[in-house]
């Protein structure tokens, strides 16, 4: 059975940093985009990075470019997402999701199967 669950969100300063991991089990990550989305109160879902180890692709949401990493380790199943220089409008709950034969191109909530349960990321002083 298909599963990915999140860890790592929390609380930090302006300008700190965090990394959020997602633990996939179920899944050939070769085989699906796996992708970290976000949701603040009051706003829509949206795409903040995505990647297909199949290619090697990355997506990066313009408003994260060049702060946010997206990485994976295969071996252990684990997508990671490094965040440096966080703002504060980059408090939200952070969701991993999974795309079946996706593309890291396609970063969009609407066509992902999967998700996990969310963490909250919290940036403020």
């Known amino acids: 059975q298909e599963q990915l669950v999140e860890y790592g969100g929390g609380l930090v300063q302006p300008g700190g940093s965090l990394t959020l991991s997602c633990a996939t089990s179920g899944f050939n990550l070769d085989d699906y985009a796996i992708g970290w989305f976000r949701q603040a109160p009051g706003k829509e879902r949206e795409g903040v990075s995505c990647i297909s180890s199949s290619d090697s692709s990355t997506y990066y949401a313009d408003s994260v470019k060049g702060r946010f990493t997206i990485f994976t380790r295969n071996a252990k199943n684990t997508v990671y997402l490094q965040m440096n220089n966080l703002k504060p409008e980059d408090t939200a709950v952070y969701y991993c999701?999974?795309?079946?034969?996706?593309?890291?191109?396609?970063?969009?909530?609407?066509?992902?199967?999967?998700w996990g349960q969310g963490t909250q990321v919290t940036v403020s002083s």
């Open positions: 999701a999974a795309d079946l034969w996706g593309s890291a191109y396609l970063c969009n909530p609407s066509l992902m199967g999967y």
